[in-house]
Antibody, heavy 122, light 107 residues
Framework: EVQLLESGGGLIQPGGSLRLSCVAS????????MNWVRQAPGKGPEWVSL???????????YYADSVKGRFTISRDNSKNTLYLQMNSLRAEDTAVYYC????????????WGQGTLVTVSS | DIQMTQSPSSLSASVGDRVTITCRAS??????LSWYQQKPGKAPKLLIY???NLQSGVPSRFSGSGSGTEFTLTISSLQPEDFATYYC?????????FGQGTKLEIK
């Protein structure tokens, strides 16, 4: 059974930093592209970032314009863990952050974690 | 960026009704289109991928059609557990974008 478990969310002041983690189980983590998707209160989902698996471009990364230069996605295949380093946080980054596993490019966001809440406020 | 536009934004229907939700892409995306269902406080759940393929475990009353720029999600006979918000999403290019959502409510 595929499981994705996020952690690391919390209350942070504007300008601060936070690192989210997502521990994966139930599949060969290194083979699959992984994503971070966020959802602000009362809004629809917004894709944040993607990192390819070994079968793709070997760890290539992609970002939404809204986070480019501030957020960094990474993975540690030995620990089956996905990360999102978030710097220079803004109030508009407040959201539930989900990690999501791709099945393939035709089958994105096949599985989702339960999410972790990030609140940026003074 | 590819814009995804859903219609309607909200919909009232009764148990047993057949409902259709439409999603339009601002440019051609072949069949790189997925549909998700989301209930309050929960993560979205994949229903349909590659425009027409039913995700494993999803009831067969859900179906998808379309290619290019116009897509539809159809629920053939609404069940009480289907009242939720539905999103389309394209994976043709990054940024991967979602529609604004369709909230399906009980009439």
């Amino acid at each position: 059974e595929v499981q994705l478990l996020e952690s690391g969310g919390g209350l942070i002041q504007p300008g601060g930093s936070l690192r989210l983690s997502c521990v994966a189980s139930g599949f060969t983590f290194s083979n699959y592209a992984m994503n971070w998707v966020r959802q602000a209160p009362g809004k629809g989902p917004e894709w944040v970032s993607l990192i390819s698996g070994n079968g793709g471009s070997g760890g290539s990364t992609y970002y939404a314009d809204s986070v480019k230069g501030r957020f960094t996605i990474s993975r540690d295949n030995s620990k089956n863990t996905l990360y999102l380093q978030m710097n220079s946080l803004r109030a508009e980054d407040t959201a539930v952050y989900y990690c999501a596993k791709d099945g393939s490019i035709f089958n994105p966001f096949e599985y989702w974690g339960q999410g972790t809440l990030v609140t940026v406020s003074s | 960026d590819i814009q995804m536009t859903q219609s309607p934004s909200s919909l009232s229907a009764s148990v047993g009704d057949r409902v259709t939700i439409t999603c339009r892409a601002s440019q051609r995306i072949s069949s790189y289109l997925s549909w998700y269902q989301q209930k309050p406080g929960k993560a979205p759940k994949l229903l349909i991928y590659a425009a027409t393929n039913l995700q494993s475990g999803v009831p067969s009353r859900f179906s998808g059609s379309g290619s290019g720029t116009e897509f539809t999600l159809t629920i053939s006979s609404l069940q009480p557990e289907d009242f939720a918000t539905y999103y389309c999403q394209q994976s043709y290019s990054t940024p991967r974008t979602f529609g604004q959502g369709t909230k399906l409510e009980i009439k």
